[in-house]
């Protein structure tokens, strides 16, 4: 398995073995067994509680066995990982080798074990293997479960494990354990202030002693509010930390300040107040006072205005209180008045409700937790989301702006409250609900929402509005309404777009790549180091009523690239769909591993009309999680205006040809602007291509000895640059380039351009000739090749596939193209590792074959096969040619099929081998729509034919050797895994380490000793017994 578990790993093979101690076979153990015993496998005892703090042991036994376990494997996890944690697991007896995993927020825990010669027998039937320790955390109650449990005997059969049982485990104590309250200006006016004595008043409501309450300023809703104890911040007028009431009685130790405004010193006074005690008993209370200010008034002479900062201008500001039991922490709110604030902080606090605005993009500010639009409107609808059923109160706060010459004042920033209202708003059974407010003119209105109760909760982001008459009432014709930076933070792009942290999502977890690797395909490489992940999830964008174009930004950044991913097969380990706004589908079992391989970006837009005032995408996965890394929406012409959209456009190259054409020829590339709006650049990337290495050589660098530069050979279009991009060696020039992009004026609708260039294939780079045999490229050669079209308003992307004849392809870029359907082959193991992520391939010595289609349901598919050969013919020295590698088409055949309606489909087809260089028979598949055009490219499959073939090459090198495994006694079994040459302890060791490797299980008959039809951990006890003398 690969799954993104945020906080965990897969199972996985073990990372470290050692067989020092296996010396010896377990007694008995001559030969191996193919059978073994049913058993169930629990957890006991069943029931147990603890306080928090406290701990239970919970062991695993496995109730009936044979007499002993040899083997054992599998993952224990918490139902809910909020009460308790999983802190230990040990192992009974004295395995040789063992791998434990504990997940970060210790919620689940995987482990294995391989006890070798000290195999683990119990006093009867039943045998514990390991002991679990959970800690309770919070009161609660929580399941510990065997998610998977494979066990195995001492001969490495396994056992037939019909139920797995699991436990109970109830946390007791208090979520008030750690509890305070604290209030600012309690009750009083918008004139109140907190330099005034007794101001904030801090009360022990917990069941423990209080030693820390922590206030942080940085996120309050009227911003740049700062603890000013020397005066240096705001006004003249100075006051520390001042204790007015219970310092005594509390134990008040000190007040100290923190986190400099400026980051650098105290001259812009401090973001945190921690006040320290030894001994603030429950029932207790301290009172104080100290000196804020906004900072946009440092150097004024006089005191009072925006100088007399009150508890409710404070709300948002975080409250963290810790005692010997931990910490808990809430936000400052509203407390009902004009002037004051409270929070309770304790176990029991509701999250942050979302707050947006409907039809409204908010953009970032320079305040940490503040999001802000100028909008044309008087009249404007919030949107609140949160807990289903729960009251949310909405706090609005009308800011008078700061002074233009105040101290560093930014957009958006008021410093003192003018007026304050509030509203309560009951959440539907969807946890949304709307609230009508209308805006102030000339002041900024500040809006900040927490989920109401006796003690209110977190806040939300505070959302600022600007009315402006004169600024537009609604998006512009290509406009960004929404962009969002899934799982991450704040981020401009290259090119403007600006990305809001995550927001409007529902569901899901965040995942983050380490490193900071290079992503190919965009130059906005920290966009796509993040994602939100699951299985569903959605984001909910509020919008107006109209037609949106929405692109969806993909890169595989854990399938392949995490040390977590544990197996080397990554096609189909993420397979997902996601639904826009509702009706068909329109991205379906889609595999970014399979389509652009990893660490590669990858987009795809749609265009929606939106009727209810809400954008919705939904993510939903077939297998493992479905997941984005950004989100943009564009507002669309609807046909009022005359603004950009995003282009669209039809490509033929070499169309309706043979299997000789090429695109040397003048016009072999045909494009036709079938949009409304004008296409600025044209993009073609061979890197993908079905046929590998295929790469443009204007400069007769790469490929035969002759080279063409693009020559427009058509259309009333202006071309204004011609850039190759994308060495194909990453170096130099010397393997020609991937992609060609071609900057154009005046292509306008209706109108078609031509031209032509050289492609060419790299392996004959050495050849002396002008024209080698494999030289001339035709379309069909190019298929998989990804065609990108692009203005002001957005880019539209499709693949190049055949079109129906031997030599030509073509691409329909329409924003709507059919997603990509992935192909097998029935009964044959795909090696993965060949040509690049997207190809696998086998040898096979049966000329028919069956393709299997996987894609949408119900939908036609075409699948082409091409019999390349490797033309090598006065090539002297061939260049980085590779197994399963052609170069050249020589026989083309289209099949056509239909998906059912689990989306599946099968294509007989029957193999050729026309010379001793072919028998490359390569597959590809796509979807046509409702229209008849074709979709994107399938994943590539390579079966070389060869009748002469045993059909069993052998597997390659497993793991990290470099020589593939042999069979040394010629038994069909690959004893010699580590493929030295000779069969030994160490080929049991590379076993043991690798027996979930990609090549293991697509080799499963060379490496299934026990005979049972898979290769699991058992197979590795068959080999360490067969080494010491058994069978294998």
Request: hydrophobic share 35%; charged share 15%; net charge negative.
């Given at each position: 398995?690969?799954?993104?578990?945020?906080a965990?790993?897969?199972?996985?093979?073990?990372?470290?073995?050692v067989?020092?101690?296996?010396?010896?076979?377990?007694?008995?153990?001559?030969?191996v067994?193919?059978?073994?015993?049913?058993?169930?496998?629990?957890?006991?005892?069943?029931?147990?509680?603890?306080?928090?703090?406290?701990?239970?042991?919970?062991?695993?036994?496995?109730?009936?066995?044979d007499?002993?376990?040899?083997?054992?494997?599998?993952?224990?996890?918490?139902?809910?990982?909020?009460?308790?944690?999983?802190?230990?697991v040990?192992?009974?007896?004295?395995?040789?080798?063992?791998n434990?995993?504990?997940?970060?927020?210790g919620?689940?825990?995987?482990?294995?074990?391989?006890?070798?010669s000290?195999?683990?027998?119990?006093?009867?039937?039943?045998?514990?293997?390991?002991t679990?320790?959970?800690?309770?955390?919070?009161?609660?109650?929580?399941?510990?479960?065997l998610?998977?449990?494979?066990?195995?005997?001492?001969?490495?059969?396994?056992?037939?494990?019909t139920?797995?049982?699991?436990?109970t485990?109830?946390?007791?104590?208090?979520?008030?354990?750690?509890?305070?309250?604290?209030?600012?200006?309690?009750g009083e006016?918008?004139?109140?202030?907190?330099?005034g004595?007794g101001?904030?008043?801090?009360?022990?409501?917990?069941?423990?002693?209080?030693?820390?309450?922590?206030?942080?300023?940085?996120?309050?809703?009227v911003?740049?509010?700062?603890?000013?104890p020397?005066?240096?911040?705001?006004?003249?007028?100075?006051?520390?930390f001042?204790?007015?009431?219970g310092?005594?009685?509390?134990?008040?130790?000190?007040?100290?300040?923190?986190?400099?405004?400026?980051?650098?010193?105290?001259?812009?006074?401090?973001?945190?107040?921690?006040?320290?005690?030894?001994?603030?008993?429950?029932?207790e209370?301290?009172?104080?006072?100290?000196?804020?200010?906004?900072?946009s008034?440092?150097?004024?002479?006089s005191?009072?205005g925006?100088?007399?900062?009150?508890?409710?201008e404070?709300?948002?500001?975080?409250?963290t209180?810790?005692?010997?039991?931990?910490?808990?922490?809430?936000?400052?709110?509203?407390?009902?008045?004009?002037?004051?604030?409270?929070?309770?902080?304790?176990g029991?606090v509701?999250?942050?409700?979302?707050?947006?605005?409907?039809?409204?993009t908010?953009?970032?500010?320079?305040?940490?937790a503040?999001?802000?639009?100028?909008?044309?409107?008087?009249?404007?609808?919030?949107?609140?989301?949160?807990?289903?059923?729960?009251?949310?109160?909405?706090?609005?706060?009308?800011?008078?702006?700061?002074?233009?010459a105040?101290?560093?004042?930014?957009?958006?920033?008021?410093?003192?409250?003018a007026?304050?209202?509030?509203?309560t708003?009951?959440?539907?059974?969807?946890?949304?609900?709307?609230?009508?407010?209308?805006?102030?003119?000339?002041?900024?209105?500040?809006?900040?929402?927490?989920?109401?109760?006796?003690?209110?909760?977190?806040?939300?982001?505070?959302?600022?509005?600007?009315?402006?008459?004169?600024?537009?009432?609604?998006?512009?014709?290509?406009?960004?309404v929404?962009?969002?930076?899934?799982?991450?933070?704040?981020?401009?792009?290259?090119?403007?777009?600006?990305?809001?942290?995550?927001?409007?999502?529902?569901?899901?977890?965040?995942?983050?790549?380490?490193?900071?690797?290079?992503?190919?395909?965009?130059?906005?490489?920290?966009?796509?180091?993040?994602e939100?992940?699951?299985?569903?999830?959605?984001?909910?964008v509020?919008v107006?009523?109209?037609?949106?174009?929405?692109?969806?930004?993909?890169?595989?950044?854990?399938?392949?690239?995490?040390?977590?991913?544990?197996?080397?097969?990554?096609?189909?380990?993420?397979v997902?769909?996601?639904?826009?706004?509702?009706?068909a589908?329109?991205?379906?079992?889609y595999?970014?591993?399979?389509?652009?391989?990893?660490?590669?970006?990858?987009?795809?837009?749609?265009?929606?009309?939106?009727?209810?005032?809400?954008?919705?995408v939904?993510?939903?996965?077939?297998?493992d999680?479905?997941?984005?890394?950004?989100?943009?929406?564009?507002?669309?012409?609807?046909?009022?205006?005359?603004?950009?959209?995003?282009?669209n456009?039809?490509?033929?190259?070499t169309?309706?040809?043979?299997?000789?054409?090429?695109?040397?020829?003048?016009?072999?590339?045909?494009?036709?602007?079938?949009?409304?709006?004008?296409?600025?650049?044209?993009?073609?990337?061979?890197?993908?291509?079905?046929?590998?290495?295929?790469?443009?050589?204007?400069?007769?660098?790469?490929?035969?000895?002759?080279?063409?530069?693009?020559?427009?050979?058509?259309?009333a279009?202006?071309?204004?640059?011609?850039?190759y991009?994308?060495?194909?060696?990453?170096?130099?020039?010397?393997?020609?380039?991937?992609?060609?992009?071609?900057?154009l004026?005046?292509?306008?609708?209706?109108?078609?351009m031509?031209?032509?260039?050289?492609?060419?294939?790299?392996?004959?780079?050495?050849?002396?000739?002008?024209?080698?045999?494999?030289?001339?490229?035709?379309?069909?050669?190019?298929s998989?090749?990804?065609?990108?079209?692009a203005?002001?308003?957005?880019a539209t992307?499709a693949?190049?596939?055949?079109?129906?004849?031997?030599?030509?392809?073509?691409?329909?870029?329409?924003?709507?193209?059919?997603?990509?359907p992935?192909?097998?082959?029935?009964?044959?193991?795909?090696?993965?590792?060949?040509?690049?992520?997207?190809?696998?391939?086998?040898?096979?010595?049966?000329?028919?074959?069956?393709?299997?289609?996987?894609?949408?349901?119900?939908?036609?598919?075409?699948?082409?096969?091409?019999?390349?050969?490797?033309?090598?013919?006065?090539?002297?020295t061939?260049?980085?040619?590779?197994?399963?590698?052609?170069?050249?088409?020589?026989?083309?055949?289209?099949y056509?099929?239909?998906?059912?309606?689990?989306?599946?489909?099968?294509?007989?087809?029957?193999?050729?081998?026309?010379?001793a260089?072919?028998?490359?028979?390569?597959?590809?598949?796509?979807v046509?729509?409702?229209?008849?055009?074709p979709?994107?490219?399938?994943?590539?499959?390579v079966?070389?034919?060869?009748?002469?073939?045993?059909?069993?090459d052998?597997?390659?090198?497993?793991?990290?050797?470099?020589?593939p495994?042999?069979?040394?006694?010629?038994?069909?079994?690959?004893?010699?895994?580590?493929?030295?040459?000779?069969?030994?302890?160490?080929?049991?060791?590379?076993?043991?380490?690798?027996?979930?490797?990609?090549v293991?299980?697509?080799n499963?008959?060379?490496?299934?000793?026990?005979?049972?039809?898979?290769?699991?951990?058992?197979?590795?006890?068959?080999?360490?017994?067969?080494?010491?003398?058994?069978?294998?």
């Amino acid at each position: 398995m690969t799954r993104n578990r945020g906080a965990g790993t897969a199972l996985r093979p073990l990372a470290a073995i050692v067989f020092a101690a296996m010396l010896v076979v377990s007694a008995g153990a001559a030969g191996v067994a193919f059978a073994a015993t049913s058993t169930e496998v629990s957890v006991l005892a069943t029931s147990q509680t603890v306080d928090v703090g406290q701990t239970a042991t919970f062991e695993v036994v496995v109730e009936n066995t044979d007499g002993d376990v040899g083997a054992a494997e599998g993952e224990v996890t918490l139902t809910d990982s909020s009460v308790a944690q999983i802190t230990d697991v040990s192992y009974a007896g004295s395995p040789a080798s063992t791998n434990v995993d504990v997940a970060s927020d210790g919620g689940s825990a995987t482990f294995a074990a391989f006890y070798g010669s000290n195999s683990l027998a119990g006093d009867g039937p039943s045998v514990t293997v390991l002991t679990v320790t959970v800690e309770g955390t919070a009161a609660g109650q929580t399941g510990v479960d065997l998610a998977e449990f494979l066990v195995f005997d001492d001969a490495g059969s396994g056992y037939d494990v019909t139920a797995t049982n699991g436990a109970t485990l109830t946390v007791e104590g208090s979520d008030d354990a750690t509890s305070a309250t604290v209030t600012a200006n309690d009750g009083e006016g918008i004139a109140a202030s907190t330099y005034g004595g007794g101001s904030f008043a801090i009360t022990n409501d917990g069941e423990t002693d209080v030693e820390s309450v922590t206030i942080d300023l940085s996120e309050s809703v009227v911003p740049d509010v700062v603890f000013d104890p020397d005066g240096t911040a705001g006004d003249a007028v100075a006051k520390g930390f001042s204790p007015d009431g219970g310092a005594s009685a509390t134990g008040l130790v000190d007040g100290t300040f923190s986190a400099p405004h400026n980051g650098v010193d105290g001259e812009d006074g401090y973001d945190v107040l921690t006040i320290a005690f030894d001994d603030f008993q429950p029932g207790e209370t301290l009172t104080f006072s100290v000196d804020i200010d906004p900072t946009s008034i440092k150097d004024v002479d006089s005191s009072g205005g925006a100088g007399s900062v009150s508890g409710l201008e404070l709300a948002g500001s975080t409250v963290t209180v810790t005692s010997a039991d931990g910490s808990v922490t809430n936000d400052l709110f509203t407390d009902g008045s004009a002037g004051g604030a409270q929070a309770t902080a304790n176990g029991d606090v509701a999250a942050a409700p979302t707050l947006g605005v409907q039809g409204v993009t908010l953009g970032g500010t320079d305040f940490p937790a503040h999001a802000a639009a100028t909008v044309g409107d008087q009249s404007q609808t919030l949107t609140v989301d949160g807990p289903a059923g729960e009251s949310v109160t909405l706090l609005h706060v009308v800011g008078t702006p700061a002074p233009a010459a105040g101290y560093d004042v930014d957009d958006y920033e008021a410093n003192m409250a003018a007026s304050v209202s509030t509203q309560t708003v009951a959440l539907g059974s969807d946890g949304s609900a709307t609230v009508a407010v209308s805006l102030s003119e000339g002041d900024y209105d500040y809006f900040l929402a927490a989920v109401a109760g006796e003690n209110s909760g977190r806040t939300s982001q505070t959302v600022i509005l600007e009315y402006d008459s004169d600024a537009p009432s609604g998006p512009s014709d290509g406009e960004v309404v929404f962009a969002v930076n899934a799982g991450g933070n704040q981020y401009t792009a290259t090119d403007g777009t600006e990305y809001a942290a995550d927001t409007n999502f529902g569901g899901g977890s965040t995942y983050s790549v380490s490193g900071a690797p290079d992503v190919a395909n965009t130059d906005d490489d920290a966009l796509y180091h993040t994602e939100r992940y699951g299985d569903p999830f959605s984001y909910d964008v509020p919008v107006e009523n109209g037609v949106y174009e929405v692109t969806l930004q993909f890169a595989e950044i854990y399938q392949g690239v995490s040390p977590n991913d544990g197996d080397t097969d990554q096609i189909g380990d993420r397979v997902f769909s996601a639904n826009v706004e509702g009706g068909a589908v329109e991205l379906v079992d889609y595999d970014i591993y399979a389509d652009v391989g990893p660490l590669s970006a990858t987009e795809r837009t749609y265009t929606v009309e939106v009727t209810d005032g809400e954008l919705n995408v939904e993510f939903s996965a077939s297998a493992d999680n479905a997941k984005v890394s950004a989100i943009v929406v564009r507002s669309v012409e609807d046909g009022s205006g005359g603004g950009p959209v995003a282009p669209n456009a039809s490509v033929a190259v070499t169309p309706d040809s043979g299997v000789d054409a090429t695109t040397y020829t003048g016009g072999s590339f045909q494009v036709t602007n079938t949009g409304e709006s004008a296409i600025e650049t044209l993009t073609l990337d061979l890197a993908p291509t079905m046929l590998p290495d295929m790469v443009f050589d204007p400069y007769n660098t790469a490929g035969d000895n002759v080279g063409k530069e693009f020559s427009l050979d058509g259309g009333a279009v202006t071309v204004t640059n011609v850039e190759y991009a994308d060495f194909h060696n990453g170096v130099d020039d010397t393997a020609g380039y991937d992609s060609l992009v071609v900057t154009l004026d005046g292509f306008d609708p209706g109108e078609t351009m031509t031209f032509s260039v050289d492609n060419d294939p790299t392996s004959i780079s050495s050849t002396p000739l002008g024209s080698q045999a494999a030289g001339p490229v035709s379309g069909l050669e190019l298929s998989g090749a990804t065609v990108t079209v692009a203005n002001e308003a957005g880019a539209t992307t499709a693949d190049l596939v055949g079109d129906g004849s031997a030599g030509g392809a073509e691409a329909s870029l329409d924003g709507d193209v059919a997603p990509a359907p992935t192909i097998g082959v029935d009964g044959v193991s795909l090696d993965d590792s060949i040509l690049s992520a997207r190809h696998a391939g086998a040898t096979v010595n049966e000329q028919a074959q069956t393709v299997t289609v996987s894609g949408p349901a119900n939908a036609p598919v075409t699948l082409v096969r091409v019999e390349g050969v490797l033309d090598l013919s006065d090539v002297p020295t061939p260049y980085d040619v590779e197994d399963y590698e052609a170069n050249k088409a020589v026989v083309v055949e289209y099949y056509s099929t239909t998906t059912d309606a689990t989306g599946q489909a099968t294509v007989a087809v029957d193999l050729t081998n026309s010379s001793a260089d072919g028998g490359l028979n390569y597959f590809v598949a796509a979807v046509e729509d409702g229209d008849g055009d074709p979709g994107f490219a399938s994943n590539y499959v390579v079966l070389r034919y060869d009748p002469s073939s045993t059909g069993d090459d052998g597997p390659g090198p497993v793991g990290e050797f470099t020589s593939p495994p042999t069979d040394p006694d010629g038994d069909g079994v690959y004893e010699d895994v580590n493929g030295d040459g000779s069969f030994t302890v160490s080929d049991v060791q590379a076993f043991f380490q690798n027996f979930e490797d990609g090549v293991v299980q697509a080799n499963e008959d060379a490496f299934d000793v026990n005979g049972d039809g898979s290769v699991t951990i058992s197979d590795v006890q068959a080999l360490f017994v067969a080494l010491q003398g058994g069978n294998s």
